[in-house]
């Protein structure tokens, strides 16, 4: 079949958190007509191949698209999120994107969006289920936010050999085992492993029938620091300590010890030092759940794994028939080199502040809208790669400090910024009166530019690290 001709201001490629995210600033702040493809069956990208016990690690507030509040505001009462402000779901992130694209999209009448539909470059889409295929004509960009996008374990197959008869499954599947195993052996360092490790412990799993293999200690960011509303004095107090750190520390070991001493900065083991850093966000109950598993293996990453032993990169543990394995050792999110977000005919998304992924690529959607020049544009996003080690950490909150200022220069994207939903920090002028905050601000002010002067140092004295 011959293309069909689609006409467009812009072709947003990929319906997940970034695509939903910048195509609704994009709605707000301009009268541009969207095309979007996606080739999963609806919108939400990697959630809707989750595992069902998965929850968002920062709260709810903070998540999604600016237009669209996701969750009631509330905080949860039991669990280890007790406390804190609610953690979404797969299932209520996945019904809330599906909203969004009916109700705030679909109904505008400036966005088509074409689901099981595969990109296939050169302005050119296929459907992966008929012969029906498209081109389009794009008057202004095509909006790529696939360049730095991650696999999951359900999506992914396991990173190492599986001999016949071992029972090794992705996160998602051990819901539905149906035989009672002896043992679970949790395969993974990052957020899906903990994620598994502590279901289990919510089951009743004893600990003692859980080992965890772990190639790589992390560092965790306490949720404690990570709250809205109510409690967000105490995240405005969580970067007045991250700065007083970065200003006083002589080294980057020290940074983190001293991050770790104020809580900041949480690890499973204290007595092994972390070297992975993806940013992700636990509770202190979280991590004394964690430390009930006591049989950690830290032999590297696994190899194969055998009916009877695991082999990997530094040694072997036995396992046998009775014992399912949780493959939670996917790639994550790619670290590909860095390019210009903004280009005469393609906009490609990648982060370029620290966290808070959904207002980070709202705010290129904003900027896209209310700045005519690239050049501009470029100068105020310049792209970071993601995190994955812990001097990583360093270099994106060294990105923040450095183009904070450039950005809120312009009064359109500070107005944006100032009033954003999912700007971590735009409700703190309701609690500027709070003694708190009124400490957290003044300590920002005294110890910023020395921290960003500190990092500068850091960064420069490892750069071959």
């Not at 370029?352 to 209310?370: H, K, S």
């Amino acid at each position: 079949m011959s293309d069909e001709t689609l006409e467009t201001d812009y072709l947003v490629v990929g319906a997940g958190a970034a695509g939903m995210a910048f195509a609704d600033a994009l709605l707000t702040h301009s009268d541009a007509t969207l095309t979007i493809v996606d080739r999963r069956h609806a919108p939400g990208g990697h959630w809707i191949d989750a595992y069902p016990y998965v929850r968002l690690h920062q709260p709810s507030a903070f998540y999604g698209v600016s237009s669209m509040p996701l969750g009631q505001g509330v905080l949860d009462s039991t669990g280890t999120n007790t406390g804190y402000y609610e953690l979404a779901g797969a299932d209520e992130i996945r019904a809330y994107f599906a909203d969004v694209m009916r109700r705030r999209f679909l109904s505008s009448g400036r966005v088509r969006y074409f689901p099981c539909s595969e990109y296939l470059g050169d302005d050119r889409f296929v459907s992966r289920y008929t012969q029906a295929s498209w081109k389009v004509s794009v008057r202004r960009k095509v909006v790529d936010t696939t360049y730095v996008e991650g696999t999951v374990p359900a999506t992914s197959p396991p990173p190492f050999e599986v001999a016949d008869g071992v029972r090794c499954v992705p996160a998602g599947d051990v819901t539905r085992i149906t035989e009672r195993p002896e043992r679970f052996v949790v395969i993974g360092a990052g957020k899906t492993a903990l994620d598994t490790c502590v279901w289990l412990l919510e089951q009743n799993v004893p600990a003692s029938s859980i080992r965890w293999i772990k190639p790589r200690e992390a560092w965790w960011v306490n949720r404690r620091f990570q709250q809205p509303l109510a409690l967000l004095p105490e995240s405005y107090r969580g970067m007045a300590i991250q700065l007083e750190a970065m200003a006083q520390a002589t080294s980057i070991e020290d940074l983190f010890a001293r991050l770790e001493a104020e809580g900041f900065f949480l690890r499973v083991d204290p007595a092994v030092a972390p070297s992975m850093f993806r940013g992700a966000v636990i509770s202190e109950t979280e991590v004394d759940l964690l430390r009930q598993i006591e049989d950690v293996v830290r032999l590297g990453h696994v190899v194969r794994i055998e009916r009877d032993e695991i082999v990997l990169d530094e040694g072997r543990v036995p396992t046998n028939d009775a014992t399912v394995h949780i493959h939670c050792a996917s790639r994550g999110l790619m670290r590909r080199p860095v390019r210009p977000i903004f280009e005469a005919r393609q906009i490609t998304v990648q982060p370029f502040l620290w966290g808070f992924v959904c207002y980070q690529f709202a705010m290129l959607g904003a900027i896209e809208a209310l700045l005519e020049s690239d050049e501009e544009k470029n100068r105020l996003c310049p792209p970071i790669a993601y995190w994955d080690v812990d001097r990583d950490y360093l270099r994106a909150f060294l990105a923040t400090l450095a183009n904070e200022r450039a950005r809120m220069a312009y009064p359109t994207v500070a107005n944006w910024a100032k009033e954003n939903r999912l700007n971590p920090f735009g409700g703190i002028g309701h609690h500027r009166d709070a003694p708190e905050v009124i400490d957290a601000r003044e300590r920002i002010k005294r110890y910023a530019a020395a921290a960003a002067g500190n990092l500068a140092q850091f960064i420069k004295t490892n750069a071959g690290l």
